[in-house]
């Protein structure tokens, strides 16, 4: 089973940039569909974006326009580019392997690492 650790969370101003990177265990990443789900304090794990193994992507609502989500595969790693910051995004970002895509959202094997902290300031 492919294990996932998540990275490249901080500290950054509302209408900042950040990218966060899932690093991949093992010889390969092209054949799993992964996605990025987000948890804010006191609040439910949500899905944000997702990749699938024919690159397609797919993101939430409230995240569309806003975040890209691509990967590459040679590097083992499935990156989140995160733009236009918003206090809101404040969460513990996750990456998830896709047990399947099922209406536009990425559907966890629930295997999840530590997530990285990204936290919006004023």
């Known amino acids: 089973q492919v294990q996932l650790v998540e990275s490249g969370g901080g500290l950054v101003q509302a209408g900042g940039s950040l990218r966060l990177s899932c690093a991949a265990s093992?010889?390969?990443?092209?054949?799993?569909?992964i996605g990025w789900f987000r948890q804010a304090p006191g609040k439910e794990r949500e899905f944000a974006a997702a990749?699938?193994?024919?690159?397609?992507?797919y993101y939430a609502d409230s995240v569309k326009g806003r975040l890209a989500i691509s990967r590459d595969n040679a590097k083992l790693t499935v990156y989140l580019l995160m733009n236009t910051l918003k206090l809101e995004d404040t969460a513990v970002y996750y990456c998830?392997?896709?047990?399947?895509?099922?209406?536009?959202?990425?559907?966890?094997?629930?295997?999840w690492g530590q997530g990285t902290q990204v936290t919006v300031s004023s």
């Open positions: 998830a392997r896709c047990r399947y895509i099922v209406e536009s959202t990425c559907v966890p094997d629930n295997n």
């Open positions: 990749i699938g193994r024919n690159d397609a992507t």
């Open positions: 093992g010889r390969t990443l092209s054949t799993y569909s």
